[in-house]
């Protein structure tokens, strides 16, 4: 039978670890941290990632101020905004979510970013620094994704590992925390050939694509662990969100699944505010250690 992963428990654990290093930075600054969420387009995934954090900064000590645009700018308009809450005083970290409107440059808004508040690391210095190997802070989406796959499996050297999708923000610096770990990672996107062919000889399937349902059982070997990091508009019309695979065609194969939006969601959202402590620490010339997930009970709970 299929397990399916949620991710909340673990996430109220780590916020809970996470807590005291916010309480020390906020001794230092007499405020605690603060996180500016900037959203320039309607989209459900951006929309539900948004209420998210909004509805768990709490827990971390950490202030959250969403910062919503007119989705008419165009993308001077979306840049001075962005440098604008960038250089706001007392904001120590930031996101701006995606999608933008259309036509605008997601690399020429990102370096509007002050790297040290770029939490989400999507300004085109972290992004270097994320392929260089020396990253400020963790990738969000790409450290939860591994972090849930270790987690059920253990130690991942060796692991055939499928990644879909090679986006900048969530393909490629997964694959990269992947081969750090010593695993087998082999990228497929839009263009690659027979992709069910190439997904079929993972172990562990990290669905990145954006695209509804697209994972089915054609892709799946028997036993796989399936991550599914897509959060879409579900193509029925209901409300709420789906992911990238199919979950009632991948049932009889797949050994766990990571739900949607309860799976990679959670942590993801951890990430960014554990980064967010850790910019207000740096900011504060205070020592900042992102807390241990081997040492909580939820996080052993997930092993397969």
């Known amino acids: 039978?299929?397990?399916?992963?949620?991710?909340?428990?673990?996430?109220?654990?780590?916020?809970?670890?996470?807590?005291?290093?916010?309480?020390?930075?906020?001794?230092?600054?007499?405020?605690p941290p603060v996180l500016a969420?900037?959203?320039?387009?309607?989209?459900?995934?951006?929309?539900?990632?948004?209420?998210?954090?909004?509805?768990?900064?709490?827990q971390a000590g950490i202030?959250?101020?969403?910062?919503?645009?007119?989705?008419?700018?165009?993308?001077?308009?979306?840049?001075?905004?962005?440098a604008a809450v960038s250089a706001t005083p007392g904001v120590n970290g930031m996101i701006v979510l995606l999608p933008l409107p259309a036509g605008i440059s997601v690399p020429q808004?990102?370096?509007?970013?002050?790297?040290d508040k770029d939490v989400d690391c999507q300004q085109p210095l972290n992004l270097g620094r994320i392929m260089a190997g020396t990253?400020?802070?963790?990738?969000?989406?790409?450290t939860a994704a591994v972090m849930l796959a270790q987690g059920m499996l253990g130690d991942l050297a060796g692991v055939n590992c499928a990644v879909i999708g090679a986006s900048a923000s969530v393909g490629r610096p997964l694959a990269l925390q992947l081969l750090d770990r010593g695993a087998t990672v082999e990228i497929v996107h839009i263009r690659t050939r027979d992709i069910a062919d190439h997904a079929r000889r993972a172990q562990v399937i990290f669905a990145?694509?954006?695209?509804?349902?697209?994972?089915d059982a054609a892709w799946v070997s028997p036993g796989a662990v399936l991550v599914d990091i897509g959060i879409?508009?579900?193509?029925?019309?209901?409300?709420?969100?789906?992911?990238?695979?199919?979950?009632?065609?991948?049932?009889?194969?797949?050994?766990?699944?990571?739900?949607?939006?309860?799976?990679?969601?959670?942590?993801?959202?951890?990430?960014?505010?554990?980064?967010?402590?850790?910019?207000?620490?740096?900011?504060?010339?205070?020592?900042?250690?992102?807390?241990?997930?081997t040492t909580l009970p939820a996080y052993q709970a997930l092993r397969l």
Not at 38 to 56: D, K, L
Not at 135 to 142: E, R, S
Not at 234 to 252: E, F, H, L
Request: net charge negative.
């Open 1 to 31: 039978m299929m397990r399916i992963i949620d991710s909340r428990p673990l996430l109220d654990a780590f916020l809970g670890a996470l807590r005291p290093a916010a309480g020390r930075a906020a001794q230092v600054t007499g405020a």
């Open 37 to 58: 969420i900037v959203r320039a387009a309607e989209n459900a995934g951006s929309a539900a990632y948004a209420a998210r954090i909004r509805a768990t900064a709490a």
């Open 63 to 82: 202030t959250c101020h969403e910062v919503p645009l007119d989705t008419r700018m165009d993308g001077a308009a979306l840049c001075a905004q962005v």
């Open 109 to 115: 808004v990102m370096a509007q970013m002050d790297p």
């Open 135 to 142: 990253p400020l802070y963790l990738p969000c989406t790409a």
């Open 208 to 215: 990145a694509a954006g695209h509804a349902g697209l994972v």
């Open 232 to 293: 879409n508009a579900d193509p029925t019309g209901r409300p709420g969100v789906v992911g990238d695979i199919d979950v009632a065609a991948v049932a009889q194969q797949a050994a766990a699944i990571t739900a949607v939006p309860d799976g990679v969601g959670p942590m993801t959202t951890g990430i960014l505010l554990a980064n967010t402590v850790h910019a207000a620490s740096r900011q504060a010339g205070v020592d900042f250690t992102y807390p241990d997930l």
